[in-house]
């Protein structure tokens, strides 16, 4: 017998506390056999967020940081401008990275730091119990939008990838999705895109995933699949947004 | 073709993604057991019908499957 798959190495044991059919656990193995496959596990370093990635440090087995809300790229400069050598992440979702830390993830991409966020985006703050994030769709009723996201009270949900591929600094930047198989698979290429950015020392690289939170959105993990695909992709499309990896 | 598909049953969640994603309808939550979370496992009805195409582990959460080929 040959093995098609199996656990990469670079996820612990640990059984991760996600609740069932969640994204993250799906963007967390992602992550790590991009780790195994690019062979740079014994120098990676991650930034783990605040929010249900918080125990990220229990899963991924590299050296791990737990920074404060939304301040893991300015923590994650730090890092790699001491030790340039080391490959350093961040993982981070849309409450952590698009509202209290959009000022840090924006001077980041800003002054070209080579480092790589994985930037996870579920439409929600979902470890506090669902509040209304700045990605939240039109409509998409939260615990602090019971009614649906009123546009007019607070605005349209933002595009982050887009954003960050304006600004100079960014050297890679691509959207994806865990909704289907396809789709995950394309996933990990663009995670290990934005690994490749920072080994080849080209500047910030940013991917953005559309994930799912089944427990806040009130869907089963199948309808919570069904519900990237149908309602978040037609809003945030998915692709490449920026590449200056070949410059 | 001969396969395997292992599911590491106390370690799964009952999510059901494996079953929404393996293109053989071959794979279902059990309707007998629990594991030791509390949780159906998934398990795989028709073994000798898997085609090893990974798509059930690659959209497990939990990565508890492991898929083998002769
Ligand atoms: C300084 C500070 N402000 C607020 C909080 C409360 N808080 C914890 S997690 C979170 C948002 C989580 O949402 P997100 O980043 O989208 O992560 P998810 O759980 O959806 O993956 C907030 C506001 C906090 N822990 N620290
Ligand atoms: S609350 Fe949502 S994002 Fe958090 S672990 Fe549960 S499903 Fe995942
Ligand atoms: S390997 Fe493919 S065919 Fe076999 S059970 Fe998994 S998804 Fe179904
Ligand atoms: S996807 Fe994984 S956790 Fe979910 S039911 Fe299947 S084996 Fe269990
Ligand atoms: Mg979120």
Same mark, same amino acid.
Request: include cysteine; proline fraction near 2%; aromatic fraction near 8%.
């Given at each position: 017998m040959t093995t098609v798959f199996k656990k990469t190495p670079?996820?612990?044991d640990t059984v991760m506390h996600?609740?069932?059919?969640?994204?993250h656990g799906i963007v967390h193995r992602l992550v790590a056999e991009v780790i195994e496959e690019l062979g740079i596990q014994d120098r990676t370093i991650g930034f783990v967020p605040v929010?249900?990635?918080?125990?990220?440090y229990k899963y991924f087995a590299v050296d791990c940081v737990e920074a404060a809300h939304g301040r893991a790229p300015a923590a994650a400069t730090g890092c790699k401008r001491v030790n340039p050598n080391n490959v350093v992440f961040t993982y981070q979702g849309d409450g952590d990275?698009?509202?209290? $830390?959009a000022a840090e993830i924006v001077h980041a991409a800003h002054r070209g730091e080579k480092i790589t966020t994985i930037f996870i985006n579920n !439409?929600?703050?979902?470890?506090?119990?669902g509040q209304m994030a700045p990605?939240?769709?039109?409509g998409q009723k939260t615990t602090t939008s019971p009614? $649906?996201?009123?546009p007019e009270h607070c605005g349209k949900p933002l595009r982050v990838a887009e954003m960050i591929a304006t600004?100079?600094? !960014?050297a890679y930047v691509e959207r994806v999705s865990v909704d289907s198989v396809p789709n995950i698979i394309k996933a990990k290429a663009a995670i290990k895109k934005a690994f490749q950015c920072q080994l080849d020392g080209k500047g910030f690289a940013l991917v953005e995933v559309l994930s799912s939170c089944p427990t806040n959105w009130g869907k089963s993990p199948a309808e919570a699949m069904d519900w990237i695909k149908s309602d978040m992709i037609p809003y945030y499309p998915l692709g490449v947004k920026k590449d200056r990896t070949n410059e | 073709m001969v396969s395997k598909v292992t599911i590491d049953e106390n370690r799964c969640?009952?999510?059901g993604l494996c079953v929404r994603a393996c293109p053989k309808k071959i794979m279902q939550l059990s309707k007998t057991k629990l594991n030791e979370k509390g949780y159906h496992p998934a398990e795989v009805i028709?073994?000798?019908?898997?085609?090893?195409?990974a798509s059930c582990a690659r959209t497990c959460p939990d990565a508890v499957i492991t898929v083998e080929k002769e």
């Open positions: 670079v996820l612990t996600y609740c069932p059919g969640c994204g929010g249900c990635a918080v125990f990220g990275l698009a509202s209290i $830390g !439409a929600i703050y979902g470890m506090t119990g990605t939240t769709l039109v009614y $649906g996201r009123d600004i100079e600094g !960014a | 969640k009952g999510c028709d073994q000798g019908a898997c085609i090893a195409c």
